[in-house]
């Protein structure tokens, strides 16, 4: 069973950038990161396959970069000039390494085999 920890979650103020890390336990293959406001339903923001393709939904696109150093088994989160409507609680999911790649559903928290417990982002105004 994979183990994934999230870490770098903060309160901060708007404009300002945070670095999200999810640790894995084993390596994994695709990997989402998710995020869930208060009160609304979990989102999908980005993902990145095994070979380091990666895609981000139109809300975070040119602010926020996925990445993952497989050496390491960490996925990262970049997330630069934050706006208060980026406050949630941010999930890392994956999948096995028998599903290397991402393809068109990564935005689908059924389909991740693998969760973390959450890392909080507060951004306010």
């Known amino acids: 069973q994979v183990q994934l920890v999230e870490s770098g979650g903060g309160s901060v103020q708007a404009g300002e950038s945070l670095r999200l890390s999810c640790a894995a336990s084993e390596s994994t293959g695709c990997m989402t990161w998710f995020r869930q406001p208060a009160g609304k339903e979990r989102e999908a923001v980005a993902a990145?396959?095994?070979?380091?393709?990666?895609g981000h939904v139109n809300s975070v696109r040119g602010r926020f970069i996925i990445s993952r150093d497989n050496a390491k088994n960490t996925l990262y989160l970049h997330m630069n000039t934050l706006k208060p409507e980026d406050t949630a609680m941010y999930y890392c999911?994956?999948?096995?390494?028998?599903?290397?790649?991402?393809?068109?559903?990564?935005?689908?928290?059924?389909?991740?085999?693998?969760w973390g417990h959450g890392t909080q982002v507060t951004v306010s105004s």
């Open positions: 990145i396959s095994m070979g380091g393709s990666a």
């Open positions: 999911a994956a999948k096995s390494t028998f599903q290397p790649g991402c393809g068109g559903d990564w935005e689908i928290p059924r389909l991740f085999s693998y």
